[in-house]
């Protein structure tokens, strides 16, 4: 069982900057696949940016060159790291750890407005 605390979210105007944490209640070193995904209102939950052991980081094309996935071994946390933000980036993130089965985050809510 892997259970996931997500903190971060919150208003931010257009072009602002957010940083999202997910720390987990294990070694991150054992989790095969972690990552970001975010669900706005009406429509469905999609991938945003992932990293799965011995591949390349993935991006949402939509998010390439403003967000920024990173981890820290030692505190067991992920990060994504959100500049230039976008009305459309408004949603629900959800942090997500694939380990002997898929655990989801709480959610936090991120909203770009002016």
């Known amino acids: 069982q892997v259970q996931l605390v997500e903190s971060g979210g919150g208003l931010v105007q257009p072009g602002g900057s957010l940083r999202l944490s997910c720390a987990a209640s294990v070694s991150i070193v054992t989790i095969g696949a972690m990552g970001w995904y975010r669900q706005a209102a009406g429509k469905q939950r999609e991938r945003v940016a992932t990293?799965?052991?011995?591949?390349?980081?993935y991006y949402a094309e939509s998010v390439k060159g403003r967000f920024t996935f990173s981890s820290d071994n030692a505190k067991n946390t992920w990060y994504l790291q959100m500049n230039n933000l976008k009305s459309e980036d408004t949603a629900v993130y959800y942090c997500?750890?694939?380990?002997?089965?898929?655990?989801w985050g709480q959610g936090t809510q991120v909203t770009v407005s002016s």
């Open positions: 990293l799965t052991r011995g591949r390349d980081i």
């Open positions: 997500n750890a694939v380990a002997y089965g898929s655990y």
